[in-house]
């Protein structure tokens, strides 16, 4: 975050421009949400953990047992909730 100031926004103006208001955020700034010039929130950034591209983005790394889908891995998993199969 560079040392300029936070943008404020008043809650109808944010309102009115929160299509903006996310386009700047996906772009690093943090943005102050104010009811009658009292900061109420912040809308930062979220920091993704795992950086997925798509369907498949697991494949290869995830292994899966043989019998992951059997009847009694099934049964087993039922139990462990409480639910009869």
Excluded: Y
Aim: without cysteine; glycine residues 8%; proline residues 2%.
């Amino acid at each position: 975050m560079s040392n300029e100031a936070t943008a404020q926004f008043n809650i109808h103006d944010a309102k009115t421009n929160l299509s903006r208001i996310i386009d700047r955020v996906e772009r690093g700034e943090e943005i102050v949400i104010s009811r009658a010039g009292t900061p109420v929130a912040k809308v930062v950034p979220l920091h993704r953990k795992v950086n997925r591209i798509g369907r498949g983005s697991l494949r290869g790394r995830l292994v899966l047992a043989e019998d992951w889908d059997s009847t009694e891995v099934n049964e087993q998993i039922a139990s462990d909730f409480g639910v009869s199969s």
